[in-house]
């Protein structure tokens, strides 16, 4: 199975700043590598595939990056509704995993 | 607009069998794969199972192998996953979630808000 590591696993930051969250494979997967929104009591929401393509209906304060086994997400001009848990998964083989999370939350 | 509402979840005793169930509208449900995938109280996800458009092809985790089965019935706009041998290490929250296009290559667009399956004694 591919191993999906993130970095860092939680960050504070203030309303306004712009954060990046880094994504490792453990082998290349191309870019099939999907990022994921989940608010505290809610379903995750998909953000961008192909490492790069944003979802319908998505801002474009995010933007995604890499290829291979090197990704990243950032987020600009962080509002109080950005703060949450992001998830990176790779859907490059079976099965489909998920990295363990990074928590954004308010400094 | 798409909706996923899943239902079926409840507490088990180890060892049980549960059915979940999760009802799609909004799309062409038999245009695509679907998926389960299940968060655990530590909150990290874990993909459970695909099933192709017309149920032809399914795939499974290595832990469920064996145990759950996933089906749909498009006729009803309906996908399943029957469990078996549940063990309180599949104490999860089950999402349904859609896929983005029915070839390979595509992840996910659309989640349920998903179903608690609680085992335990």
């Known amino acids: 199975d591919i191993q999906m590591t993130q970095s860092p696993s939680s960050l504070s930051a203030f309303v306004g700043d712009s954060v990046t969250i880094t994504c490792r494979a453990s082998q290349g997967i191309n870019n099939y590598l999907a990022w994921f929104q989940q608010k505290p009591g809610k379903a995750p929401k998909s953000l961008i595939s192909?490492?790069?393509s944003l979802q319908s209906g998505v801002s474009s304060k995010f933007s995604g990056s890499g290829s291979g086994t090197d990704f990243t997400l950032t987020i600009n001009s962080l509002q109080p509704e950005d703060f949450g848990t992001y998830y990176c998964?790779?859907?490059?083989?079976?099965?489909?995993?998920f990295g363990p999370g990074t928590k954004v939350d308010l400094k | 607009e798409v909706q996923l509402v899943e239902s079926g979840g409840v507490v088990v005793q180890p060892g049980g069998s549960l059915r979940l169930s999760c009802a799609a509208s909004?799309?062409?449900?038999?245009?695509?794969?679907m998926h389960w995938v299940r968060q655990f109280p530590g909150k990290g996800l874990e993909w459970v199972s695909v099933?192709?458009?017309?149920?032809?092809?399914?795939h499974y985790t290595d832990s469920v192998r064996g145990r759950f089965t996933i089906s749909r019935d498009n006729g009803k706009n309906s996908l399943f996953l029957q469990m078996n041998s549940l063990s309180s290490d599949d104490t999860a929250l089950y999402y349904c979630?859609?896929?983005?296009?029915?070839?390979?290559?595509?992840?996910?667009?659309?989640w349920g808000q998903g179903t608690l399956v609680t085992v335990s004694s």
């Open positions: 979630v859609k896929q983005m296009a029915e070839t390979a290559g595509n992840s996910f667009d659309y």
């Open positions: 909004g799309f062409t449900f038999e245009d695509y794969s």
């Open positions: 998964q790779q859907y490059n083989s079976l099965p489909w995993t």
């Open positions: 099933i192709s458009w017309d149920g032809s092809d399914t």
């Open positions: 192909a490492a790069s």
